[in-house]
C-alpha cells in the first residue's frame, strides 16, 4: 500500500508590529491587552460552546479592548515605570504654585 505525499505547508505571511516603547518593527511581539470588566449590577453572559463567538478586536463601546505591542517583557516595564500612576490625584499648576494641594 502507498501512502499519500504530504501537502506542503503554505507559508504564512509574516506580520510586524511597531513597539510602543522603543518604535522599533519586531515580527513576534510581546502582546499586552487590556479587556474592560463587565459592570457589577451587568447580567454575565451565559457561555454557548456552539454560539456565534466575535473577535476582541471586533468588539465595540464600553467592551472594547485595548490591544499594545511591545518588543519584549522588559521592554513593557520601562514604558509602565515612565507612564504616571492613575491612582495619584492630579493637581492643577496655579494649585502646586499657590502651595494647596486641594483637588477641585
Same mark, same amino acid.
Given at each position: $500500500? @502507498?501512502?499519500?505525499?504530504? *501537502?506542503? &505547508? !503554505?507559508?504564512?505571511k509574516? &506580520?510586524r508590529?511597531?513597539? !510602543?516603547?522603543?518604535?522599533? $518593527?519586531?515580527?513576534?511581539?510581546?502582546?499586552?491587552?487590556?479587556?474592560?470588566?463587565?459592570?457589577l449590577?451587568?447580567k454575565?453572559?451565559i457561555?454557548? !460552546?456552539?454560539? *456565534?463567538?466575535t473577535?476582541? &478586536?471586533?468588539?465595540?463601546?464600553?467592551? !472594547?479592548?485595548?490591544?499594545?505591542?511591545? =518588543?519584549?517583557? *522588559? =521592554?513593557h *516595564?520601562?514604558? $509602565?515605570?515612565?507612564?504616571?500612576?492613575?491612582?495619584?490625584t492630579? @493637581?492643577?499648576?496655579?494649585?502646586?504654585?499657590?502651595g494647596k494641594? @486641594?483637588? @477641585?
Amino acid at each position: $500500500m @502507498f501512502r499519500k505525499k504530504a *501537502e506542503p &505547508i !503554505k507559508p504564512r505571511k509574516i &506580520i510586524r508590529r511597531k513597539c !510602543k516603547q522603543c518604535g522599533t $518593527m519586531k515580527t513576534n511581539p510581546y502582546t499586552y491587552t487590556v479587556v474592560p470588566s463587565i459592570p457589577l449590577w451587568d447580567k454575565i453572559p451565559i457561555y454557548n !460552546k456552539n454560539s *456565534e463567538k466575535t473577535d476582541r &478586536i471586533d468588539l465595540k463601546g464600553n467592551n !472594547k479592548v485595548e490591544i499594545k505591542y511591545y =518588543c519584549d517583557q *522588559e =521592554c513593557h *516595564e520601562t514604558y $509602565m515605570d515612565t507612564q504616571p500612576d492613575p491612582t495619584t490625584t492630579r @493637581f492643577y499648576k496655579s494649585d502646586l504654585l499657590d502651595g494647596k494641594k @486641594f483637588k @477641585f
